[in-house]
């Protein structure tokens, strides 16, 4: 039984342009099911081209007739502080509505607002820390200044998988730096986005520093792309998106970030701590129901301890509680719609007809009424199989033996994505070795999924590009400016 009960009627939202709620050009709406229970929970406007390009000016006219990116920095800082609170005071309540769009646990949910409370205060802080450069080193003639400055509009485009936790990974950085945005979040899960825009108004953010626009990414997201009033796109999203993005941008040779996807192995020597590693496995593949950019989803095992290792991580992935996200028991929640779990359970189907083999899970849970998917082990895999090389965005991890230490790195950097890697072993030698070099923007040494807004966090090859979070976060959304200046009279070049 649910402690908390459902909506009865789907709960309204606005977009927010220019400092104002509204419901946009065309009045339609898009209205999202919770995809644990089939309810109607929320609903938001379907924002159009002309949607996008209202808040495109605003956003324009905010950085170029000020004050935001004119205000000192700790002026910037008192804003989004006071941000930081209010989203504090309300996070049951985003929790409730992050938890009913994505369908992640109730717990999981307040955790991630609680968590984006931190990030936001960091930003916060670290916005009076962004400095230029002096070059006093250039001879007697002439000393350069490197200024630092924001890059202007910026365009932000948020997924479904942490819709919160990721925009407060980008948004306040980009506004600690001094940009204004337009955010366009997933068309299925904007709730928190919105809620968000009462909170940055009671703020007292300047009308127009940050404007949401729902709706969708072929709509909403290619006029932020297109647009030559938009200076900066960030895209978190599928390496598909992020191909149009790059393709899109080349219009307007515009500055993209893209926090892209993965396919991210866990390597486990046989010296790891066995218990630790398998519950470190388990939970890397399994939270969020296995929707984790950075989720380990390829187990690359050292062949003396795969059979024991994969008995006992098995062992610990029959006793996961997928269920109800709104029991305070559950671990891992529904899929996010069904198209989507059918696509994960047919990379399980497929996978066997190839000869791989389920080692547990493989289906749906017992309850029907959500999209549910037990947490899947798979064994016998070959490198060519989808299920080896795809990101499957479910709770599905393919299993692959080596033998040596070179073996495993070849097999972990066999990839086209390098976003993470966990490594475990007891043996710190081996373990630094390896995470030189392993290919990812971020690797676990005996952990996994740890995170803080200090680190910077981005992926290499098809991953991405660039990088968020840390200072680097705030500097991501900068530009530098070189200034030479003569100390002395002109030594004259036409005489
Ligand atoms: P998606 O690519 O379908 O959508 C992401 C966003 O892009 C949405 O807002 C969508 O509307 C928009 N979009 C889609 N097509 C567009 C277009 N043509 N022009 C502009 N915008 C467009 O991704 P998703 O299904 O929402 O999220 C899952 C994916 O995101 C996974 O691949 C996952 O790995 C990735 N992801 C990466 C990170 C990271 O930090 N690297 C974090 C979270 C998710």
Not at 193 to 204: D, P, V, W
Request: charged share 20%; proline share 5%.
């Amino acid at each position: 039984m649910s402690r908390i009960s459902l909506p009865k009627e789907p709960r309204r939202f606005q977009m927010y342009i220019g400092g104002e709620f509204t419901d946009g050009a065309s009045g339609d709406t898009t209205t999202r099911h919770s995809p644990a229970h089939g309810t109607a929970v929320a609903q938001w406007p379907s924002g159009s081209a002309a949607d996008a390009q209202r808040a495109i000016a605003a956003a324009r006219r905010a950085f170029d007739a000020g004050p935001w990116p004119h205000l000192s920095a700790g002026e910037r800082a008192t804003v989004l502080f006071k941000v930081a609170d209010l989203i504090e005071q309300c996070a049951a309540e985003f929790g409730l509505i992050e938890s009913l769009e994505t369908g992640k646990p109730i717990t999981q949910a307040i955790g991630e607002i609680k968590g984006a409370v931190d990030v936001w205060r960091f930003a916060a802080g670290a916005a009076r820390v962004v400095k230029g450069d002096a070059h006093n080193n250039l001879g007697d003639r002439v000393i350069a200044m490197v200024l630092r400055e924001p890059v202007g509009v910026v365009g932000l485009i948020t997924p479904w998988n942490f819709p919160f936790f990721i925009l407060a990974e980008r948004l306040p950085f980009i506004l600690a730096a001094g940009c204004t945005v337009v955010v366009k979040p997933s068309e299925a899960t904007s709730g928190t986005t919105l809620k968000l825009c009462e909170l940055l108004h009671e703020a007292g953010l300047p009308a127009g520093v940050v404007n949401v626009v729902t709706g969708r990414g072929s709509v909403v997201g290619q006029c932020l792309l297109d647009s030559d009033q938009v200076d900066m796109v960030s895209v978190t999203g599928s390496i598909a998106t992020g191909r149009k993005a790059i393709a899109a941008s080349a219009g307007s040779i515009k500055k993209l970030g893209l926090e892209l996807g993965g396919k991210n192995p866990h390597i486990v020597f046989a010296d790891a701590n066995l218990d630790e590693a398998a519950d470190g496995v388990a939970f890397g593949m399994a939270f969020n129901a296995g929707q984790c950019c950075v989720g380990g989803s390829r187990l690359v095992v050292e062949r003396s301890i795969a059979a024991e290792f994969t008995e006992k991580l098995a062992g610990k992935m029959r006793r996961i509680r997928v269920g109800d996200p709104l029991d305070e028991q559950t671990q891992v929640g529904a899929l996010f719609d069904e198209a989507h779990m059918e696509k994960v359970l047919s990379y399980v189907d497929d996978g066997v007809r190839m000869g791989a083999r389920i080692v547990c899970g493989g289906a749906r849970t017992d309850d029907q009424n959500g999209y549910f998917v037990q947490p899947t082990l798979m064994t016998d895999v070959r490198p060519e199989m989808p299920l080896v090389r795809e990101e499957i965005f479910g709770p599905v991890l393919a299993v692959v033996p080596f033998d040596t230490f070179d073996e495993a790195l070849e097999i972990a950097n066999d990839s086209v994505f390098g976003l993470s890697a966990s490594i475990w072993t007891q043996d710190l030698t081996k373990a630094l070795r390896a995470m030189r070099k392993v290919q990812a923007g971020r690797v676990w040494i005996n952990t996994t999924l740890d995170n803080g807004p200090e680190t910077p966090l981005g992926g290499v090859k098809q991953s991405g590009l660039g990088r968020e979070a840390g200072l680097a976060g705030i500097e991501e959304y900068t530009e530098l400016k070189t200034a030479h200046i003569n100390l002395h009279p002109r030594v004259h070049w036409i005489s």
